[in-house]
Antibody
Framework: QLQLQESGPGLVKPSETLSLTCTVS??????????WGWIRQPPGKGLEWIGS???????YYNPSLKSRVTISVDTSKNQFSLKLSSVTAADTAVYYC?????????WGQGTLVTVSS | EIVLTQSPGTLSLSPGERATLSCRAS???????LAWYQQKPGQAPRLLIY???SRATGIPDRFSGSGSGTDFTLTISRLEPEDFAVYYC???????????FGQGTKLEIK
């Protein structure tokens, strides 16, 4: 059964770079059928797609975050990663990784990242 | 960018009743690219419906999706206690590629 697990620091200082990794188990990240992506949810608010990546490294990002986001993949470790630069308090959220086609078919449990000095 | 507007914001119903949740798009969405999710407190969203009307694996048949163009509906035929949660619709756009979510409908026990 597919499982996704987010990992990374739970606290990031303003202006620094948020870095998270998603480890995929129970399935190959190199599957040709799926993309892999990141979604976030500020406390008490709705869902926002951040960006997605294919195992080949092809990416596409939310235009509102594109200038600050980098998503990468490491097929040897069955992982993909998120970097969000120049963070502010507005980037405080639960960050989810997911497997996707035109919908998000499998989700990690999420990890709360707080931006604070 | 396509904007999804969900209504109502909050829906108060009793177990056993029928729930009808609406998702309206600012421009036409391909039915293949409209999905619904359920989210309970402290949990990740769970895919219920994709392709506007196809149930995801393991989803009970009391959940159904319908609609086309700009108007889509999620119906829960007979509410069970575990169905009270927040529901989101989501669309995928292919040009440029990307995803947007509605703001959510909270289904609460009356």
């Amino acid at each position: 059964q597919l499982q996704l697990q987010e990992s990374g620091p739970g606290l990031v200082k303003p202006s620094e770079t948020l870095s998270l990794t998603c480890t995929v188990s129970g399935g190959s990240i190199s599957s040709s059928s799926y993309y892999w992506g990141w979604i976030r949810q500020p406390p008490g608010k709705g869902l926002e797609w951040i960006g997605s990546i294919y195992y080949s490294g092809s990416t596409y990002y939310n235009p509102s975050l594109k200038s600050r986001v980098t998503i990468s993949v490491d097929t040897s470790k069955n992982q993909f990663s998120l970097k969000l630069s120049s963070v502010t308090a507005a980037d405080t959220a639960v960050y989810y990784c997911a497997r996707l086609t035109e919908a998000f078919h499998g989700w990690g449990q999420g990890t709360l990242v707080t931006v604070s000095s | 960018e396509i904007v999804l507007t969900q209504s109502p914001g909050t829906l108060s119903l009793s177990p056993g009743e029928r729930a009808t949740l609406s998702c309206r798009a600012s421009q036409s969405v391909s039915s293949s690219y409209l999905a619904w999710y359920q989210q309970k407190p402290g949990q990740a969203p769970r895919l219920l419906i994709y392709g506007a009307s196809s149930r995801a694996t393991g989803i009970p048949d009391r959940f159904s999706g319908s609609g086309s163009g700009t108007d889509f509906t999620l119906t829960i035929s007979r509410l069970e206690p575990e169905d009270f949660a927040v529901y989101y619709c989501q669309q995928y756009g292919s040009s440029p590629p990307g995803y947007t979510f509605g703001q959510g409908t909270k289904l609460e026990i009356k």
